[in-house]
């Protein structure tokens, strides 16, 4: 009698936990040597992603819209990096692994809304590519600074309005079985399969959203350069054609180091049980990577940033020239006259 007013008390209202635990690291082998690496990786993160929206901040010529997509993009790898790294700090080093409840939805949604975000911005770069070559006569009438910020922003919108909804479905579930998440911050999966109520929603929304941000993505970035290897082939000279290509080249990099490892988890998952740390290594890897190679493989690596840097090298350099041939002039008692 006593098992069935539980089950019906547990159907008729909402059992939270107050924390829940992450596994983490805790059985990964080698775990702080894993860390350091990871630390690395937050460092160079912070540092180019820091630089380069400074950079399209305060140059005034940088405020076009290809470059509206690269900081979005920048912002989106600070914040799902922060919102990740905190996490991986107070399993490692404190050997914490409890989080409360309200916290770890909070984790739960800036992760992957800022993971939805990178996935939209790489495609909005494609696009970018894709009218640039293919149109470039009209490229500047079509993409425009109008255009590409009502672009960037219905993302974001959408993107949150996605993940309110997903957090919405989560908290009406009931988690009176296990609190035990098997990853190393709150992911959605890991979470809503833990629940002792239906959870039909939460995976049903979990599918749409591997369609969203995955699937439909790659298949959109798939057919731009399919329509730019098309136009390329119009162009007569083997020069024109890897002129154009080496503009592509770095985005293509972005595009494999994010969506590639995520489909090596994912698709494998559907058939098979995948290892427990090999699973939370391809997870770390593919959150983790790809926001610190954006900076250095394409946004730092763009002509016209390369060209900023480059003046302000000059500039700082001239700065500390001039006064010291002045100084040493003093000196010498030599009167230097400068231009």
Not at 309 to 327: D, E, L, Q, S
């Amino acid at each position: 009698m006593s098992g069935i007013i539980y089950q019906n008390d547990t159907a008729n209202s909402l059992v939270r936990p107050d924390f829940f635990h992450i596994s983490g690291f805790s059985n990964l082998p080698h775990a702080k040597f894993y860390f350091i690496f990871l630390c690395l990786v937050y460092a160079v993160t912070v540092l180019g992603n820091s630089l380069v929206t400074f950079i399209i901040y305060i140059h005034h010529s940088l405020h076009t819209p290809k470059y509206m997509a690269i900081f979005s993009l920048a912002i989106a790898d600070l914040g799902e990096s922060t919102a990740i790294f905190p996490n991986v700090v107070q399993n490692i080093i404190f050997n914490t692994q409890q989080i409360t409840y309200g916290a770890c939805l909070a984790n739960m949604f800036f992760v992957h809304f800022f993971n939805s975000v990178q996935s939209v911005m790489l495609t909005v770069l494609a696009y970018d590519r894709f009218v640039a070559i293919c149109f470039p006569l009209r490229y500047h009438s079509i993409v425009t600074n109008t255009s590409m910020g009502i672009i960037v922003t219905v993302g974001w919108i959408f993107n949150c309005t996605y993940m309110i909804v997903g957090m919405i479905f989560i908290i009406k579930l009931s988690f009176c079985k296990s609190i035990v998440i098997d990853s190393y911050f709150c992911d959605h999966g890991p979470i809503y399969r833990l629940a002792c109520n239906d959870n039909t929603p939460s995976r049903t929304l979990a599918k749409v959203y591997i369609v969203l941000h995955l699937f439909l993505p790659m298949f959109v970035i798939s057919l731009s350069y399919a329509s730019i290897l098309l136009a390329l082939s119009k162009i007569a000279s083997w020069e024109g054609r890897l002129k154009a290509l080496k503009t592509c080249f770095s985005h293509l990099i972005l595009v494999s180091v994010f969506y590639i490892p995520i489909l090596g988890l994912y698709i494998p998952a559907l058939y098979i049980p995948i290892d427990p740390s090999a699973r939370i290594i391809n997870t770390s890897l593919s959150y983790c990577v790809p926001a610190m190679l954006n900076p250095i493989v394409y946004s730092l690596n763009t002509a016209e940033i390369k060209e900023f840097v480059k003046k302000m090298f000059r500039r700082n350099r001239h700065k500390g020239i001039v006064p010291t041939i002045v100084k040493q002039g003093r000196n010498t008692g030599i009167c230097c006259k400068i231009f």
